[in-house]
């Protein structure tokens, strides 16, 4: 199983960005799917996730601002990313629980001022 994380990119502070995350097996087959960031010098941290049956959740200090959503006929995860900040900066981590856990490569966002 792999997932493949895409999109980031340089975003000047109040734009928007979308980040991928192409899974190699059905979507739909993963019971919880989920957004990671690190920023430098700092522990990964959760920003958003949604379960299989739909339930979804934020971190606070993206509520708002991001959403999370998926295309199963495409097997992608999404992230829309408005508002941004400079505080958004980090490299986003797409994680899949399909059994066991699994874990994209990390796609870098960074929001200048």
């Known amino acids: 199983v792999q997932l493949q994380a895409s999109g980031g990119g340089l975003v000047q502070a109040g734009g928007y960005l979308r980040i991928s995350c192409e899974t190699s097996?059905?979507?739909?087959?993963?019971?919880?799917m989920a957004w990671y960031r690190q920023a430098p010098g700092k522990q990964r941290e959760l920003v958003a996730g949604?379960?299989?049956?739909?339930?979804?959740n934020y971190t606070d200090s993206v509520k708002g601002r991001f959403t999370i959503s998926k295309n199963d006929a495409k097997n992608t995860l999404y992230l829309q990313m408005n508002s941004l900040k400079t505080e958004d900066t980090a490299v986003y981590y797409c994680?899949?629980?399909?059994?066991?856990?699994?874990w994209g490569q990390g796609t870098h966002v960074t929001v200048s001022s």
């Open positions: 097996r059905s979507i739909s087959s993963f019971t919880y």
């Open positions: 994680k899949g629980v399909r059994g066991a856990t699994y």
């Open positions: 949604m379960t299989s049956a739909g339930s979804i």
